[in-house]
């Protein structure tokens, strides 16, 4: 009887061990961008209404890009700051260690004045911000959902203030990202700013300042997904943007928008002018440009 208990001990035991082997064996499942989920962050955003520094529609996309980011295993916190005598609150993410360092930014606030709208009587009133602001903090969310745990080195999230102020008195552009350029001790190895990437209808070209080498690595990886016709690797743009800081610092820096938008500025900049799709290409992109990066 005590030999018949044992082997069947053994057995189990045998089971268990070969049980544990397969599932090391199996390949991980790959991490997957979602759009659809991407959009919907756009319409969170859209709800609260514009974003513009000092509302409360700005505090509360701050505490809920905190919550989102704490809720996907992020350390986060707000980074105080002031230019020109106004208050700038950058949202930073933070997760790993070591190398690479790799920064992505987006600005989330939305423009004070509508003043490319054309209506004149519409230039006073804040823009919705939905492809201007919304579009880059979504990609950034949903890559900070499902990005892996133990990706090799460390990622920062960083989500501006204050980037889309300028021709407005008592304020400039880009002010969230200079402020947080100048209170770097180190440097990242690479940034990589969205901007402006919900358009329905996305094209994004090479942007004249952005660092070469980091333009191709996108660029080509976008190609290898599919995406070759939306990313299109011919200079366009040259833009003073959330990567010119670090540009001025002699970081590798890179940004992704597309700036052909006729709503720029506008009331019309709304939810029904972006896609999950145009969502999707980005997403899946830096995703992949990311998970290379380890490799």
Do not use: C
Not at 119 to 144: F, K, M, R, T
Not at 165 to 190: Q, V, Y
Not at 194 to 202: E, F, P
Not at 287 to 292: I, Q, Y
Request: charged share 20%.
């Amino acid at each position: 009887m005590r030999r018949q208990v044992a082997f069947a001990v053994g057995l189990v035991a045998l089971a268990l061990v070969a049980q544990s082997l397969f599932a090391m064996l199996q390949p991980r499942p790959q991490p997957a961008f979602d759009g659809r989920r991407a959009l919907a962050d756009i319409e969170t955003q859209l709800a609260l209404g514009p974003r513009t520094p000092g509302s409360a529609a700005h505090a509360a996309a701050v505490d809920w890009m905190l919550e989102t980011l704490r809720a996907a295993g992020w350390h986060a916190e707000v980074q105080e700051a002031e230019r020109l005598g106004q208050p700038v609150r950058n949202v930073v993410a933070k997760r790993g260690a070591g190398a690479p360092w790799l920064l992505l930014g987006a600005h989330y606030d939305s423009r004070l004045h509508a003043d490319m709208d054309s209506d004149s009587a519409a230039h006073s009133q804040p823009v919705p911000g939905a492809n201007d602001g919304a579009s880059g903090v979504a990609v950034l969310l949903e890559l900070a959902r499902v990005l892996p745990q133990d990706l090799p080195g460390e990622v920062w999230l960083v989500f501006f203030d204050a980037e889309d102020s300028g021709r407005i008195e008592g304020w400039d552009w880009i002010m969230g990202s200079r402020a947080f350029a100048e209170s770097l001790d180190a440097h990242p190895d690479a940034v990589v700013i969205v901007d402006m990437i919900g358009d329905a209808d996305l094209q994004i070209y090479y942007e004249a300042n952005s660092d070469s080498t980091l333009r191709e690595e996108i660029w080509t990886q976008a190609a290898e997904l599919g995406y070759g016709d939306v990313f299109i690797p011919t200079v366009r743009h040259s833009m003073l943007d959330d990567h010119t800081p670090f540009i001025e610092l002699g970081i590798p820096a890179v940004l992704l928008i597309d700036f052909n938008y006729p709503y720029w500025h506008t009331l019309e900049d709304t939810l029904d002018k972006v896609s999950a799709g145009s969502l999707q290409a980005v997403g899946d992109t830096l995703l992949a440009w990311l998970l290379g990066q380890s490799d």
